[in-house]
Protein backbone atom coordinates (compact mmCIF):
# COMPACT_ATOMS: atom_id res chain seq x y z
CA UNK A 1 0.00 0.00 0.00
CA UNK A 2 1.54 3.60 -0.75
CA UNK A 3 1.14 6.31 1.62
CA UNK A 4 -0.85 9.18 0.24
CA UNK A 5 0.29 12.72 0.95
CA UNK A 6 -2.62 15.38 1.31
CA UNK A 7 -0.77 18.92 1.47
CA UNK A 8 -2.43 21.56 3.99
CA UNK A 9 -2.39 24.68 2.63
CA UNK A 10 -3.57 26.86 6.30
CA UNK A 11 0.22 28.39 6.18
CA UNK A 12 -0.76 29.77 3.20
CA UNK A 13 -3.72 31.43 4.20
CA UNK A 14 -2.28 32.83 7.43
CA UNK A 15 0.29 34.68 5.44
CA UNK A 16 -2.93 35.75 3.27
CA UNK A 17 -4.57 36.95 5.98
CA UNK A 18 -2.12 38.90 7.62
CA UNK A 19 -2.31 41.41 5.35
CA UNK A 20 -5.69 40.96 3.71
CA UNK A 21 -7.25 40.53 0.11
CA UNK A 22 -6.37 37.81 -1.93
CA UNK A 23 -2.77 37.26 -2.52
CA UNK A 24 -1.03 34.59 -1.76
CA UNK A 25 -4.30 32.98 -3.54
CA UNK A 26 -4.95 29.26 -1.49
CA UNK A 27 -6.47 27.89 -4.56
CA UNK A 28 -3.83 28.57 -6.79
CA UNK A 29 -0.49 27.30 -4.16
CA UNK A 30 -3.22 23.94 -3.67
CA UNK A 31 -3.40 23.69 -7.15
CA UNK A 32 0.86 23.90 -7.39
CA UNK A 33 0.69 20.71 -4.73
CA UNK A 34 -1.43 19.08 -6.89
CA UNK A 35 0.66 19.52 -10.17
CA UNK A 36 3.76 18.75 -8.69
CA UNK A 37 1.61 14.94 -7.74
CA UNK A 38 0.06 15.60 -4.50
CA UNK A 39 -2.48 12.86 -3.48
CA UNK A 40 -5.22 14.81 -1.80
CA UNK A 41 -5.78 19.04 0.06
CA UNK A 42 -6.32 19.26 3.86
CA UNK A 43 -7.78 22.40 5.43
CA UNK A 44 -8.67 23.08 8.77
CA UNK A 45 -11.35 26.24 8.74
CA UNK A 46 -11.56 27.58 12.80
CA UNK A 47 -14.37 29.56 14.13
CA UNK A 48 -11.72 32.35 14.69
CA UNK A 49 -11.07 32.58 10.73
CA UNK A 50 -7.65 32.61 11.52
CA UNK A 51 -6.27 31.04 8.44
CA UNK A 52 -8.66 28.89 5.50
CA UNK A 53 -12.06 30.68 6.12
CA UNK A 54 -15.90 28.78 4.62
CA UNK A 55 -15.32 31.12 1.64
CA UNK A 56 -12.10 29.20 0.67
CA UNK A 57 -14.11 25.67 0.65
CA UNK A 58 -16.03 26.27 -2.55
CA UNK A 59 -12.60 26.55 -5.10
CA UNK A 60 -10.68 24.05 -3.00
CA UNK A 61 -13.83 21.44 -3.34
CA UNK A 62 -13.74 22.77 -7.49
CA UNK A 63 -10.08 22.23 -7.43
CA UNK A 64 -10.09 18.88 -6.02
CA UNK A 65 -12.93 17.43 -8.23
CA UNK A 66 -10.94 18.84 -11.44
CA UNK A 67 -7.44 16.67 -10.54
CA UNK A 68 -10.03 13.74 -9.29
CA UNK A 69 -8.27 13.86 -5.88
CA UNK A 70 -9.50 14.12 -2.60
CA UNK A 71 -10.28 17.06 0.02
CA UNK A 72 -10.03 16.61 3.54
CA UNK A 73 -12.00 18.88 6.17
CA UNK A 74 -10.74 18.94 9.85
CA UNK A 75 -12.19 20.66 12.77
CA UNK A 76 -14.05 20.33 16.08
CA UNK A 77 -17.53 19.03 15.25
CA UNK A 78 -18.68 20.76 18.74
CA UNK A 79 -17.72 24.17 17.95
CA UNK A 80 -20.81 25.82 17.37
CA UNK A 81 -21.38 27.89 14.53
CA UNK A 82 -21.16 32.30 14.66
CA UNK A 83 -21.14 34.70 12.17
CA UNK A 84 -18.48 33.73 9.43
CA UNK A 85 -18.54 29.51 10.89
CA UNK A 86 -21.24 28.01 9.81
CA UNK A 87 -19.99 24.64 11.83
CA UNK A 88 -18.17 22.01 10.82
CA UNK A 89 -21.04 19.90 10.04
CA UNK A 90 -22.88 22.82 7.39
CA UNK A 91 -18.95 23.32 5.99
CA UNK A 92 -19.04 19.88 5.06
CA UNK A 93 -22.35 19.71 3.77
CA UNK A 94 -21.31 22.93 1.09
CA UNK A 95 -18.01 21.35 0.33
CA UNK A 96 -18.61 17.40 0.51
CA UNK A 97 -15.43 16.99 1.36
CA UNK A 98 -13.98 13.19 0.45
CA UNK A 99 -12.88 13.18 4.43
CA UNK A 100 -13.82 14.80 7.49
CA UNK A 101 -11.11 14.74 10.22
CA UNK A 102 -12.64 15.59 13.74
CA UNK A 103 -10.18 17.08 15.81
CA UNK A 104 -10.65 18.03 19.81
CA UNK A 105 -9.34 21.14 19.81
CA UNK A 106 -11.17 24.56 21.58
CA UNK A 107 -11.40 27.79 19.94
CA UNK A 108 -8.35 29.36 21.25
CA UNK A 109 -6.02 26.58 20.90
CA UNK A 110 -3.12 27.43 18.76
CA UNK A 111 -2.61 24.32 16.82
CA UNK A 112 -4.33 21.38 17.07
CA UNK A 113 -2.10 19.52 20.23
CA UNK A 114 -4.20 16.44 21.61
CA UNK A 115 -6.67 13.71 20.39
CA UNK A 116 -10.26 12.54 21.46
CA UNK A 117 -10.41 9.98 24.25
CA UNK A 118 -12.77 6.55 24.62
CA UNK A 119 -12.72 6.06 28.23
CA UNK A 120 -16.21 8.57 28.96
CA UNK A 121 -19.48 8.98 27.63
CA UNK A 122 -18.99 8.75 23.57
CA UNK A 123 -22.36 8.88 22.72
CA UNK A 124 -21.85 12.70 21.35
CA UNK A 125 -19.32 12.29 19.52
CA UNK A 126 -20.98 8.97 18.18
CA UNK A 127 -23.60 11.15 17.33
CA UNK A 128 -21.28 13.83 15.40
CA UNK A 129 -19.56 11.13 13.47
CA UNK A 130 -22.78 9.52 12.32
CA UNK A 131 -24.05 13.06 10.91
CA UNK A 132 -21.43 13.57 8.93
CA UNK A 133 -21.18 9.99 7.51
CA UNK A 134 -24.71 10.62 6.36
CA UNK A 135 -22.97 13.42 4.15
CA UNK A 136 -20.95 10.75 2.47
CA UNK A 137 -17.68 11.69 4.18
CA UNK A 138 -15.38 9.05 5.39
CA UNK A 139 -14.76 10.13 8.98
CA UNK A 140 -11.33 9.91 10.48
CA UNK A 141 -10.79 11.00 14.47
CA UNK A 142 -7.56 12.90 15.96
CA UNK A 143 -5.72 10.43 18.59
CA UNK A 144 -3.02 10.74 20.16
CA UNK A 145 -0.54 7.64 20.18
CA UNK A 146 -1.22 6.65 23.65
CA UNK A 147 -5.06 6.78 23.80
CA UNK A 148 -7.01 4.07 25.75
CA UNK A 149 -9.71 2.05 23.83
CA UNK A 150 -9.33 2.78 20.35
CA UNK A 151 -11.40 0.34 19.40
CA UNK A 152 -14.43 2.06 20.37
CA UNK A 153 -13.38 4.55 17.68
CA UNK A 154 -14.76 2.00 15.24
CA UNK A 155 -17.47 1.17 17.20
CA UNK A 156 -18.85 4.92 16.67
CA UNK A 157 -18.34 4.22 13.34
CA UNK A 158 -15.31 5.75 12.09
CA UNK A 159 -13.84 4.80 9.27
CA UNK A 160 -9.86 5.81 10.06
CA UNK A 161 -7.92 7.17 12.68
CA UNK A 162 -5.56 10.07 12.60
CA UNK A 163 -2.36 9.88 15.20
CA UNK A 164 -1.04 12.65 16.39
CA UNK A 165 2.58 12.99 15.10
CA UNK A 166 3.30 16.15 16.95
CA UNK A 167 5.28 13.75 20.06
CA UNK A 168 7.24 12.05 17.39
CA UNK A 169 8.72 14.97 16.13
CA UNK A 170 9.63 16.24 18.77
CA UNK A 171 11.01 13.08 19.93
CA UNK A 172 13.04 13.37 16.98
CA UNK A 173 14.47 16.59 16.81
CA UNK A 174 15.66 15.54 20.35
CA UNK A 175 17.71 12.58 18.90
CA UNK A 176 15.55 9.77 20.75
CA UNK A 177 12.42 8.92 19.03
CA UNK A 178 12.54 5.06 19.71
CA UNK A 179 9.50 5.14 22.29
CA UNK A 180 7.64 7.59 20.27
CA UNK A 181 7.62 5.66 17.43
CA UNK A 182 6.65 2.32 19.19
CA UNK A 183 3.76 3.71 20.43
CA UNK A 184 2.63 4.96 17.03
CA UNK A 185 3.09 1.61 15.76
CA UNK A 186 1.66 -0.27 18.34
CA UNK A 187 -1.74 2.75 17.90
CA UNK A 188 -1.61 1.93 14.05
CA UNK A 189 -1.53 -2.04 14.80
CA UNK A 190 -4.46 -1.93 17.01
CA UNK A 191 -6.31 0.22 14.60
CA UNK A 192 -5.50 -2.66 11.76
CA UNK A 193 -6.80 -5.04 14.07
CA UNK A 194 -10.33 -3.03 14.66
CA UNK A 195 -10.84 -2.23 11.21
CA UNK A 196 -9.33 1.34 11.09
CA UNK A 197 -7.81 2.57 8.77
CA UNK A 198 -4.86 5.02 9.58
CA UNK A 199 -3.54 8.04 8.81
CA UNK A 200 -0.80 10.61 10.90
CA UNK A 201 -0.57 14.05 10.87
CA UNK A 202 1.42 16.89 12.63
CA UNK A 203 5.07 18.09 12.45
CA UNK A 204 6.07 15.85 10.05
CA UNK A 205 8.58 16.90 7.92
CA UNK A 206 11.26 15.98 4.71
CA UNK A 207 13.60 15.09 8.07
CA UNK A 208 11.42 12.67 9.63
CA UNK A 209 8.90 11.17 7.44
CA UNK A 210 10.89 8.17 6.18
CA UNK A 211 12.34 6.98 9.71
CA UNK A 212 8.26 7.15 10.80
CA UNK A 213 6.94 5.76 7.56
CA UNK A 214 9.66 3.09 7.92
CA UNK A 215 8.65 1.85 11.59
CA UNK A 216 4.78 2.62 11.31
CA UNK A 217 2.81 -0.15 9.52
CA UNK A 218 -0.36 0.52 6.82
CA UNK A 219 -0.30 4.66 7.31
CA UNK A 220 -2.63 5.17 4.37
CA UNK A 221 -2.60 9.46 4.55
CA UNK A 222 0.12 11.75 5.72
CA UNK A 223 -1.18 15.38 6.42
CA UNK A 224 1.50 18.46 6.01
CA UNK A 225 1.24 21.72 6.03
CA UNK A 226 3.51 23.67 8.43
CA UNK A 227 6.95 22.20 7.52
CA UNK A 228 5.59 21.52 3.78
CA UNK A 229 5.30 25.55 3.48
CA UNK A 230 8.13 26.51 5.72
CA UNK A 231 10.34 24.30 3.40
CA UNK A 232 8.75 25.60 0.15
CA UNK A 233 9.94 29.50 0.86
CA UNK A 234 13.42 28.35 0.05
CA UNK A 235 12.38 25.30 -2.75
CA UNK A 236 9.43 26.11 -4.16
CA UNK A 237 6.37 24.40 -3.63
CA UNK A 238 6.47 22.17 -7.01
CA UNK A 239 10.24 20.80 -5.40
CA UNK A 240 9.12 20.25 -1.90
CA UNK A 241 6.27 18.13 -2.55
CA UNK A 242 8.29 16.17 -5.21
CA UNK A 243 10.10 15.90 -2.19
CA UNK A 244 7.78 14.25 -0.33
CA UNK A 245 6.39 12.05 -2.75
CA UNK A 246 10.16 11.03 -3.21
CA UNK A 247 10.36 10.07 0.12
CA UNK A 248 6.96 8.11 -0.34
CA UNK A 249 7.80 6.11 -2.75
CA UNK A 250 11.20 4.63 -0.95
CA UNK A 251 8.95 3.92 1.76
CA UNK A 252 6.57 1.74 -0.50
Excluded: W
Aim: negative net charge.
Amino acid sequence: MSTRLSVNVNKVAVLRNSRGGHEPDVAAAARACLEAGAHGITVHPRPDRRHIVAEDLPPLAALTAEFGVELNIEGNPFAPPRPGYPGLLELCRQARPAQVTLVPDSDGQLTSDHGFRFDGDTGALAAQVTGFAALGCRVSLFVDPDVDHLERAAALGAHRIEIYTGPYAEAFAAGDASGALAACAATARRASAAGLGVNAGHDLSQANLGLFLDTVPGVEEVSIGHALVGEALYAGLDATVRGYLTILERAD
